[in-house]
């Protein structure tokens, strides 16, 4: 009976207590066989389950590692390769220090590759997705990755999405889920609405058409009302997350400080806000413009002469059919409508023109701005299209540090004339050079702020305003309410019933879930409205307050709702009672580490947060990110090129598992490069991380010493090797330098070889203690060798579930130690050096060494990072 759920409580791995208490003689077994190692420890693997998380009883301390679940759009890619490798890694890892480790898999199933698939093929999207989701999973045993298969979920399972419509539920009670009318991004392909995020240099991200705005009422998640604190929050992951991917967090967020203006408008109750960073520079405002699609700019038309009416109907018209990257455009020519109305400046009385110009968008600040031409590049050259006022208020050639002005003397000790070419505000005149100022200055033309710098005339001007009754400080962003509405079938049904009245009221909670209907007699294609509206008895419902007669809103939800939350239901996927348990939550949460892709970087992890955030203010986690670690992988390219089917440059992930077996696959990517850096498939090695697994098995056979032989008896210069591995890895996997450990691996294998063919043969305690080493280390790596070496050793129990060994300190004190040489993040050379070598002799070791001049062939080193004495790290051009 084998040993499956034994883990001793303890670090300290006791190796010297047999499983087996005869001797092991050397073995000539058959070549190693990689897919027959491979079928047999799955079949173990499948029985005896040895990577479930650890339940009540289970005293270890905890790790949540958590890979982004695949999309099930047909097998693994190799993109999926990496992505599960690296989880993989981490989580065996983990395991080996002694933590109880949860590992869940699942499958993100909803969306619309699947129903375009499905029009595509005459096929139900239902059959589709779940028999793409049984071939995906097959390939990930297959891959031999450790996950716990008792928590796996589907988002397209009602028992998944009723929680969804739970979740849009609570989001409702709290004023977070709210309903719309507005422009909003559409995809004429997919006639479907995209939330901004999913529109890329104005394409949809999906099918690539060009996004047009429509005016539709959908379905919104108020992300902004938590706008302040996903910005600030951030800080908690420095240092944890990519910086890339912070620094991207915050500029989607694009927080700005100023102040909210209002403005009258003659002819017209009430006020129009104007949000301005800028407050200091209103006495130079001197005309005002509207976005076109806005409410507002058709208010104003409506009561313009006829000539105008036409002529803004067409420039509407054309509006529509313009991205918003190409209306924000600093070099296109400017236009606009003059809309025969004025605004009134609240702090001079001034009529300023209302232009409607496509350059201000609808859902920035409050879709209309203050023009000040002279400092505001984009006002200044619709002002000099049109003819329009350019008024200075800040002096820029002025100091604004309260310092003295330098005034050159000549030999004499005379004042020197700065002459006619001197800087002054006529020779820098925006309306003459047509570029605006924008640098810092001291107020002028201004009133009471004339003489003040920017900061002080900010605080001033909104001092002002505020006393006034006509402003006060404010904030913008960048970032807009979540659009959820889609105008698809297969996804989650929003749970919301229209009334004959006109409200719109919640389904009760025990009426959940709102189950989709039957595909069968839908047509799926898309014609701007969604599917599910021709499931007339689907829709067809009553009011849950009156029992009147009630319309299903049509809508499906964005499939990032589902993703937005799915790392809390692994906690408890079985629960029919609740969305997940709160007590897992505080006991798993958050996720350790997240890894995926940096695709994802604004998306799924904004809204992520943003969920985990109000769940938080529920009371329901205890926690406010949700991913305490974030590693980001590259992607595997081919030729230096994005793979792809269209291009024809596809490496097939089960070719290449059928080819050469899991392990190898496993290694030569883990050995290819850096997590973060894009490995390009011509460059990794299957064949050779092939022929280094057959050498690190047969060392496991050519053991001829017992478990039980004493180490210290062994080696002294095999021993110092196999304990430097065991003391540097931690510190290396933590730092997911996984192709630095794979090295050393590779030199440890080579050590251990050169010891079992030297006098000392391998009957040498030193060798049987590598070897286990070796085959401790390799299961992060490469599991069902690592298994199958550890079974030949001698032992019972899965070498995944070994602690993990403790490096003896007086081995580690060395005369010399091993050099890594890195050309491009990859390793071209190890060198034996001195241990207290200093930089520029191991620079200049490095550089010497013949394997390193034959990598760098013609490329030039342009920078070198050097630490001694481990590492040097060459980058090239």
């Keep these: 009976m084998r040993v499956s759920r034994a883990f001793p409580s303890s670090h300290d791995w006791s190796p010297h207590v047999s499983q087996s208490s005869s001797s092991l003689p050397a073995a000539e077994s058959a070549a190693y066989d990689a897919h027959a190692a491979q079928a047999k420890w799955q079949a173990r693997w499948a029985q005896d389950d040895p990577f479930r998380a650890g339940g009540e009883g289970d005293t270890r301390p905890r790790k949540y590692v958590l890979a982004m679940f695949p999309y099930p759009s047909g097998d693994l890619h190799m993109g999926h390769a990496e992505n599960y490798l690296y989880s993989d890694i981490v989580a065996r890892f983990w395991r080996h220090r002694g933590y109880n480790v949860l590992n869940p898999i699942g499958w993100d199933s909803f969306g619309l590759p699947a129903e375009n698939a499905a029009i ?470 958050p996720v350790d580490f997240y890894i995926g892709g940096v695709e994802h970087a604004i998306l799924h992890l904004l809204y992520a947060r943003f969920i985990t955030k109000a769940l938080f203010d529920m009371g329901l986690v205890d926690f406010t990110e949700p991913f305490s670690s974030l590693i980001n992988q590259g992607m595997v390219i081919l030729g230096g090129a994005k793979m792809s089917k269209s291009k024809g440059n596809l490496v097939l992930f089960q070719e290449e598992l059928d080819a050469h077996g899991a392990d190898a696959l496993r290694v030569a990517l883990a050995f290819a490069g850096p997590v973060e850096d894009d490995k390009d498939w011509d460059d990794v090695s299957t064949t050779g991380a092939t022929k280094f697994l057959a050498r690190a098995w047969r060392i496991a056979h050519e053991v001829t010493s017992s478990p039980d032989v004493v180490w210290a008896e062994g080696d002294a210069a095999l021993r110092r090797v196999t304990h430097r591995l065991l003391a540097d890895a931690p510190g290396l996997i933590e730092q997911t330098k996984f192709n630095v450990v794979v090295a050393r691996l590779m030199e440890l294998v080579n050590a251990t070889r050169k010891t079992i063919d030297s006098d000392a043969g391998a009957g040498d305690p030193a060798v049987r203690e590598a070897a286990e080493a070796i085959a401790m280390v390799l299961d992060l790596f490469a599991p069902h060798t690592a298994e199958e070496m550890w079974e030949v050793l001698g032992y019972d129990s899965f070498v995944g579930l070994v602690p993990w060994r403790q490096a003896d300190p007086t081995l580690l004190v060395e005369d010399s130690v091993k050099a890594v040489v890195q050309i491009d993040g990859k390793v071209r050379a190890t060198l034996d050096v001195p241990a207290r070598i200093d930089g520029a002799a191991l620079e200049r070791l490095a550089r010497s060494d013949e394997r390193v001049i034959r990598s760098l062939g013609d490329r030039q080193i342009v920078r070198a990072i050097v630490r001694p004495p481990k590492v040097v790290s060459f980058s090239t051009r």
Excluded at 193 to 207: F, K
Excluded at 281 to 293: I, M, Q, W
Excluded at 349 to 367: M, N
């Design 120 to 589: 595509k093929r005459g096929a139900d999207p239902v059959k589709w997705t779940y028999e793409n989701i049984a071939q995906q999973r097959e390939s990930l045993k297959d891959y031999g990755v450790s996950f716990d298969w008792s928590r796996v979920l589907h988002t397209s399972d009602p028992e998944y999405y009723r929680w969804n419509q739970w979740l849009f539920q609570k989001l409702y009670e709290r004023g977070l889920a709210y309903r719309k009318e507005s422009p909003v991004n559409w995809c004429p392909n997919d006639q479907t609405v995209l939330a901004n995020e999913q529109v890329v240099e104005g394409h949809c991200e999906r099918c690539g058409a060009e996004v047009v705005k429509k005016k539709l009422t959908q379905w919104y998640f108020r992300i902004t009302d938590y706008a302040d604190r996903l910005l600030d929050d951030l800080n908690q992951l420095e240092g944890f997350w990519p910086h890339k991917v912070l620094q991207m967090q915050r500029n989607w967020i694009g927080r700005s400080v100023g102040a909210d203006i209002d403005f009258a408008i003659e002819g017209r109750e009430g006020v129009v806000t104007v949000f301005s960073t800028r407050p200091d520079t209103l006495h130079g405002a001197t005309f005002f413009v509207v976005a076109p699609e806005s409410d507002l700019a058709a208010e104003l038309a409506a009561g313009a002469s006829d000539a105008v009416r036409s002529r803004f109907g067409e420039y509407l018209a054309g509006v529509q059919r313009e991205t918003e990257i190409e209306r924000q455009s600093t070099d296109r020519p400017k236009t606009g409508v003059f809309l025969e109305r004025y605004a009134i400046n609240p702090v001079n009385g001034e009529r300023l023109p209302i232009w409607a110009a496509d350059y201000v968008l609808a859902d920035y600040g409050h879709g209309a701005v203050m023009a000040v031409p002279a400092h505001d590049q984009r006002d200044l050259d619709f002002a000099r299209a049109f003819d329009l006022p350019v008024r200075v208020v800040v002096d820029t050639t002025a100091p604004i540090t309260g310092a003295i002005p330098v005034i050159e003397l000549d030999d004499d000790g005379v004042p020197i004339d700065p002459g006619a070419d001197a800087l002054t505000l006529d020779t820098i005149d925006p309306a003459k050079t047509g570029i605006a100022l924008t640098g810092e200055g001291r107020m002028i033309n201004s009133g009471a702020l004339d003489g003040l710098s920017k900061r002080n005339a900010i605080a001033r001007m909104v001092e002002k305003l505020e006393a006034a009754g006509t402003g006060r400080a404010a904030k913008s962003f960048r970032l807009r309410d979540w659009l959820i509405s889609r105008q698809r079938y297969w996804g989650t049904p929003i749970p919301m019933v229209h009334t004959q009245d006109g409200r719109t009221v919640p389904v009760p909670d025990e009426q959940l879930p709102v189950l989709l209907p039957s595909v069968e007699g839908l047509d799926l294609k898309p014609k701007g409205t969604s599917p599910l509206g021709g499931a007339s008895d689907w829709v067809a419902t009553t009011d849950p307050e009156t029992g009147e007669d009630a319309l299903r809103d049509t809508d499906t939800m964005d499939t990032f709702v589902d993703s937005s939350w799915y790392f809390l239901r692994y906690l408890s996927p079985r629960d029919a009672g609740e969305a997940f348990s709160a007590r897992e939550a505080g006991k798993w949460g």
